[in-house]
């Protein structure tokens, strides 16, 4: 009985309602959703944030991005630390971010293993493919990262021994800076300083000096260049997760990943010209390739043919460039522009540096 009644009042219900011809229905059902929906999003993020650091609030879906100045970010987050606090928690996008404002607390972060991680984001993986040092974490992560610091000490990283390559590139960019002011040619030092960081790293990773106008080796400075300062797609995953799987499809993640695969490309062929080199176990490694060539060769014998693959070592010379590269020319360009614009300080350090 029951189930022959009900639907029938519900019927007669909705015919009463729908049939209104002034539509006030669905102005009021409008005007309703509207508050309702905003409660909603107030309601699940304030639930989320009842045991989060304080932060300022900010908009639906896109956060703080309005008050963020992507140029200043330090600026951004020195201006919320005053106001909240050495810790404090705020959305970018969807994306929730905790940020520290305290070098203490930074260093307790650094030193526990559970803040380790780093966001897996999808085209990273299609890139990393889980290897490599930077985004991998645990018994890999480790095991790499003591690898790769043993050898650079190994072959005189930040030791004596880095010295002639040093002067080399010194001489290099010396001599890039007195054309530039001989013809009174506006240049961009950077260029230079990542050209002569590429270099040393190249030797040091590969064993291999290439001359500064080699084609192929500009054009691997010019894509590691163009893949530090075109973040938009990076940045677009990292804030929006849930467009993540659409960014793949897009135009300018197709030439991100076209880049890295060409870089790819330049590591494996130097690699296999080292294998040609590193004729038996009795050769002595010069680089940090020939290193992994050894340690890879043991591991196959003894039945290991994953610790040491060849991508993991193509992607762990690749993040030698990606890290090293834009961080040791951007101090330099900067060293360059303070000495410009206080001339005390330039003729302080040559005095003090002049034997």
């Known amino acids: 009985m029951l189930r022959q009644i009900l639907p029938s009042q519900?019927?007669?219900l909705a015919d009463s309602v729908f049939s209104q011809s002034d539509g006030n229905y669905k102005k009021a059902i409008a005007?309703?959703?509207i508050p309702a929906a905003l409660g909603a999003y107030v309601l699940y993020y304030w639930r989320q944030g009842r045991d989060l650091p304080p932060g300022p609030v900010g908009l639906p879906l896109i956060g703080r991005l309005p008050w963020t100045d992507p140029k200043n970010l330090h600026l951004t987050m020195q201006k919320v630390a005053e106001k909240y606090g050495d810790i404090t928690s705020f959305y970018l996008g969807s994306r929730l971010f905790i940020v520290l404002n305290s070098y203490p607390m930074m260093k307790e972060m650094l030193d526990d293993y559970n803040f380790a991680g780093r966001p897996r984001l999808r085209l990273f993986l299609k890139l990393t493919r889980d290897c490599?040092?930077?985004f991998t974490e645990g018994y890999m992560w480790s095991q790499h990262r003591r690898l790769s610091l043993?050898?650079?000490r190994d072959f005189g990283f930040a030791r004596a021994q880095t010295v002639e390559m040093v002067d080399d590139q010194l001489d290099s960019i010396?001599?890039?800076l007195d054309e530039a002011a001989t013809s009174v040619t506006p240049m961009e030092v950077l260029g230079t300083f990542i050209l002569a960081s590429n270099s040393i790293?190249?030797?040091m990773t590969l064993g291999h000096r290439f001359e500064r106008n080699d084609p192929e080796f500009q054009k691997v400075n010019k894509l590691i260049k163009k893949l530090l300062e075109e973040g938009i797609v990076q940045t677009a995953s990292a804030l929006f997760p849930a467009v993540e799987r659409f960014i793949v499809l897009f135009p300018l993640s197709s030439s991100v990943v076209h880049d890295v695969e060409y870089l790819h490309s330049f590591i494996r062929k130097e690699i296999q010209q080292r294998e040609k080199v590193m004729v038996d176990e009795s050769t002595e490694p010069e680089c940090l390739c020939d290193v992994y060539i050894h340690e890879k060769r043991k591991a196959?014998?003894?039945?290991?043919?994953?610790t040491f693959k060849e991508f993991q070592l193509i992607r762990v010379i690749l993040e030698f460039f990606l890290a090293g590269t834009d961080t040791t020319a951007r101090s330099i360009e900067w060293l360059l522009l303070y000495m410009a614009f206080y001339p005390e300080v330039q003729t302080e350090s040559r005095t003090s540096s002049t034997p």
């Open 10 to 12: 519900l019927v007669s």
């Open 31 to 33: 005007t309703a959703a």
């Open 132 to 134: 490599g040092i930077i």
């Open 150 to 152: 043993r050898t650079l």
């Open 174 to 176: 010396f001599q890039t």
């Open 201 to 203: 790293i190249t030797e």
């Open 300 to 306: 196959e014998k003894a039945g290991d043919f994953e």
